[in-house]
């Protein structure tokens, strides 16, 4: 595995924490688990990002792989709303 | 969710349109498959070397960077003009300051005006729409754009939520957030130039891709190490790293989201400065 397979898995992570200590209002968890199951179907469609061949980087098999940031990005939005979200 | 709700004309209405949308959406992603050609331009791979003494400034110092660049620029006029048209409180200007910001109605939430579908799916769809904002900055890895995308799609999920929500935008993007992150978008851009003039006399010389060997192997490692990949070309395996650039896609995407973000706040919830520093749909 190369480093440039998981670093933009960690970059959505972090942006999405930023981003969601911005988010108000309460979440209840049907829209959580909503959201996250979205995340992980958009995730499937868009497909693994180029140069990926590690599971890490969301590949599984040629023509099916994960769009990691997308995933990591929701839950870093979702750990930044629970941390500093109003 | 209520199923009754879905009951009468406007509830069979909603789950035709969503059905539709549905079947719309996922016909489209499957005709994409194999017709799309992701990653890098093959004539800027070509022909980019050949223009300027380093492809970073090629990518983002050619025809298309100064577009971006300008019109970021042009975002920021708007942004400017939208507080001098809808609030003088922080602009100061003289002639007016002994007048009253203009003011707007308030928005109102009004859950009876929203169709079910808006009602439940409202606040997933804004926050889907920022992770996929988020992750079209981070494929920048691979491809050469990618800010000014996520900038926009962000600020279109503001956007959507103070639609749906009003006064109650669940996305409280407020005054203080906006200026800063289009701050650090600003100066980011500007910053990641330095430690290739530094080292080699270029700004914005890519030293995590270091192509020319102009930089110590320290350097390069530290901004090249984390996005290298390994490429899996027909002439053989290669390892090959963006260095900079999805960094600095990344202070364009805040820079965009600052000046676009800046203009929906002025003209949605106006532009004072309350006594208390309290704003309204942000801090």
């Not at chain 2, 406007?10 to 719309?24: D, N, T």
């Amino acid at each position: 595995m190369m480093l440039g397979e998981i670093t933009p898995f960690i970059i959505s992570i972090i942006l999405g924490i930023l981003f969601g200590t911005q988010l108000s209002g309460k979440i209840s968890k049907g829209t959580t688990v909503l959201v996250i199951s979205f995340s992980i179907v958009g995730a499937l469609l868009f497909g693994v990002f180029m140069f990926s061949y590690s599971i890490y980087g969301g590949y599984i098999m040629p023509g099916l792989g994960f769009a990691t940031p997308l995933i990591g990005a929701t839950i870093g939005l979702l750990i930044g709303k629970a941390l500093k979200g109003e | 969710m209520d199923p009754s709700e879905l009951r009468g004309k406007r509830g069979i209405i909603a789950v035709i349109a969503l059905l539709i949308i549905c079947v719309g959406l996922m016909s489209s992603l499957e005709k994409l498959a194999g017709n799309v050609s992701p990653g890098i331009s093959r004539i800027y791979n070509i022909l980019a070397y050949l223009v300027a003494p380093n492809n970073i400034a090629t990518w983002v110092y050619d025809w298309r960077g100064f577009d971006t660049l300008i019109e970021t620029a042009v975002i920021y006029v708007g942004a400017v003009a939208s507080a001098l048209v809808i609030g003088r409180g922080v602009v100061q200007m003289k002639h007016y300051s002994e007048e009253a910001p203009a003011t707007s109605p308030p928005l109102e939430y009004r859950t009876e005006s929203l169709t079910v579908i808006l009602k439940y799916l409202g606040l997933p769809a804004a926050i889907l729409l920022l992770s996929y904002g988020i992750m079209v900055v981070t494929a920048s890895s691979t491809s050469g754009g990618g800010g000014f995308q996520c900038g926009v799609i962000m600020t279109s999920a503001y956007l959507l939520a103070a639609i749906f929500y009003g006064k109650d935008n669940p996305i409280k993007f407020g005054k203080r957030f906006l200026i800063g992150i289009g701050a650090v978008g600003l100066g980011g851009y500007t910053l990641l130039g330095l430690p290739g003039f530094l080292t080699s006399g270029y700004w914005q010389y890519n030293v995590g891709a270091d192509i020319w060997s102009l930089v110590s192997p320290t350097l390069h490692s530290i901004f090249g190490d984390p996005f290298r990949l390994s490429l899996y070309l027909q002439e053989g395996v290669f390892y090959s790293t963006p260095g900079i650039i999805p960094l600095i896609n990344i202070a364009e995407a805040f820079n965009v989201v600052g000046a676009i973000g800046l203009i929906y706040f002025a003209f949605l919830y106006g532009w004072s400065e309350p006594p208390e520093d309290q704003e309204k749909g942000g801090k």
